[in-house]
């Protein structure tokens, strides 16, 4: 069992930046795979980035390449999220999740390859 606590988010003006981090308990933290997914109003849940369980391999969606990095201290149990250069249209609510190293495919990015959620943090970008 793994309970994820994100932080950070808020009000943002657009061209600026913000950091998310997510907490981790239990002590398997460094044994799954973690990611960021997004969900704004009215919109399906987004794969935003991931990162392998050694914190070796990262991977984004296009719309947030180079942009965003995922990063992952394992001593601490914590991912992060930075954003930088916001959009409005990174407005949403992000959830970090945990999910299977093992997972191949479309699960590295669905919803549906995470076990365990955030209760999710409100990032608003202002135009």
């Known amino acids: 069992q793994v309970q994820l606590v994100e932080a950070g988010g808020g009000l943002v003006q657009a061209g600026g930046s913000s950091r998310l981090s997510c907490v981790a308990s239990?002590?398997?933290?460094?044994?799954?795979?973690m990611a960021w997914f997004r969900q704004a109003p009215g919109k399906e849940r987004e794969f935003v980035a991931r990162i392998s369980s050694s914190g070796g391999t990262t991977y984004y969606v296009d719309s947030v390449k180079g942009r965003f990095t995922i990063s992952r201290d394992n001593a601490k149990n914590m991912v992060s999220l930075q954003m930088n250069s916001l959009k409005p249209e990174d407005t949403a609510v992000y959830y970090c999740?945990?999910?299977?190293?093992?997972?191949?495919?479309?699960?590295?990015?669905?919803?549906?390859?995470?076990?365990?959620w955030g209760q999710g943090t409100q990032v608003t970008v202002s135009s």
């Open positions: 999740a945990a999910g299977s190293p093992m997972n191949t495919g479309f699960l590295r990015t669905a919803p549906s390859g995470y076990n365990y």
């Open positions: 239990g002590r398997t933290f460094s044994s799954y795979a």
